[in-house]
């Protein structure tokens, strides 16, 4: 039977970056994956500097950016009549990106073979094998593999994760779900675009191949009547925001539009006896704020560095993952709850839009949106308490017909800080994680 130090299964972003950062530290990797690759899966493919960071370091950057991808260094946030502009400092060792994932997976898994991983696509994983209460390898269509170390890093629908009976906590509903298109649209500025109008939200920026991607979020409840002429709908969705309507229009598009329907946010335990999850097969958040790609890079950079840390025995290495999967917890909360906070369904409401208000016309509110979103500094840098006290000052004086819907987004507001709170403080028990189960929102 064959055996490896490691076996990652899951060979994309979380997986790819894992089995890179494991063989360079001297350890035998393979790496499987059921697709075959140039493939795509659902991505918003905006990638934060810190995450561009990351593919530097893993020698990455280089190949995507010779195969066309888009350098992002400024945003705009849209909020209806509010507009937050926002450029990222000059001096910035690594910009922004948006590269779809057909060129960004490929590339990384073609850096993991060049550091001695072993990697097998097309080979469909069915499970862990145990013995006693410890994983010790995969089964595969073509036979087992032994390893002193399974990683999931197979996505939100993970063999890993159902295998081991890793359970889900903190698990909220999807607000909307995502639409989205290619568009041979000809060079654009480095602009990645954030916007909601009315119901609907956006995500938009050049990716690589010089196309323009597009997306648009629609409320779940809507989705039924969006999907029964999505072609129509999804164009006239794009003209209630002109600005991106001027981009797209007349504009061929590559392939059919795309749909993201069937997700939800949530956190999984994500270490145990011989096992862990990284990326989204541990924790998935909503869409809008384009998260994923760079919170699975840095995940594989830290739980490489935890891996590498046990030395001496399993024991020590289930500690660390233990601890990692822990500290990753702490560090994803805020922007957990933030991302939900963005993808809200509905319209805006008033003290939403006013908070918004108050953060544009800050001189350096731009920017620290930026740095929010870099995950830089805390959301509490932004959506401080006095700005929060002023703008529902104004919106009670300024709304008073709807005063009831303003305490119902206060309430709203305080229990989410309330739950992150909580959160954080059980994460840091010594004894180990006591997961919330689904749908308990104590």
């Not at 280089?62 to 502009?85: E, H, K, M, Q, Y």
């Amino acid at each position: 039977m064959e055996s490896f130090d490691v076996v990652v299964v899951g060979g994309r972003c979380a997986g790819s970056a894992l089995a890179i950062y494991l063989a360079r530290a001297g350890a035998r990797v393979c790496l499987l994956d059921k697709a075959r690759f140039p493939s795509e899966t659902p991505s918003t493919h905006v990638i934060q500097p810190r995450g561009v960071e990351i593919l530097d370091d893993l020698g990455v950057l280089d190949p995507v950016l010779a195969r066309g991808a888009a350098r992002l260094d400024t945003l705009s946030f849209v909020n209806d009549d509010v507009r937050i502009d926002a450029a990222l400092p000059e001096d910035l060792r690594c910009p922004g990106l948006n590269v779809r994932r057909t060129v960004l997976d490929h590339a990384l898994q073609q850096a993991a073979a060049s550091a001695g991983v072993e990697v097998r696509t097309g080979c469909r994983v069915a499970g862990v094998r145990m013995s006693a209460d410890r994983v010790v390898g995969v089964e595969t269509a073509t036979g087992p593999i032994e390893a002193g170390l399974v990683i999931g890093a197979d996505g939100r629908g993970s063999v890993v994760a159902k295998s081991v009976g890793a359970r889900e906590y903190l698990a909220r509903p999807a607000g909307r779900i995502a639409i989205w298109g290619y568009f041979a649209a000809g060079p654009q500025e480095p602009r990645i675009r954030l916007g909601r109008k009315g119901d609907l939200g956006f995500l938009a920026s050049p990716t690589d191949s010089g196309l323009y991607m597009a997306v648009v979020g629609v409320d779940c409840d809507r989705a039924g009547d969006f999907n029964r002429d999505r072609e129509a709908n999804f164009r006239n969705a794009l003209k209630s925001w002109p600005e991106l309507d001027d981009i797209v229009r007349g504009a061929e598009r590559d392939g059919p539009l795309r749909v993201m329907a069937n997700w939800h946010s949530y956190f999984r335990e994500s270490a145990g006896p011989g096992w862990a999850l990284v990326g989204d097969a541990g924790q998935f958040k909503d869409f809008f704020a384009g998260q994923g790609i760079s919170d699975a890079l840095c995940q594989a950079r830290s739980l490489s560095a935890a891996i590498g840390s046990a030395t001496g025995s399993a024991l020590a290495q289930d500690e660390a993952t233990k601890k990692w999967w822990r500290a990753r917890d702490r560090s994803s909360y805020d922007m957990y709850w933030l991302a939900m906070q963005l993808g809200r369904p509905g319209a805006s409401s008033p003290l939403v839009s006013e908070v918004l208000r108050r953060i544009a016309d800050d001189p350096t509110g731009g920017a620290t949106l930026l740095k929010v979103i870099n995950r830089d500094v805390p959301s509490t840098k932004l959506f401080t308490t006095p700005r929060l006290l002023a703008a529902t000052f104004t919106t009670l004086r300024k709304y008073p017909h709807r005063r009831r819907e303003t305490l119902r987004d206060i309430r709203t507001e305080l229990a989410a800080e309330i739950e992150k709170q909580r959160a954080r403080m059980r994460s840091k028990t010594s004894d180990g994680w006591l997961p919330v189960p689904v749908g308990d929102a104590r």
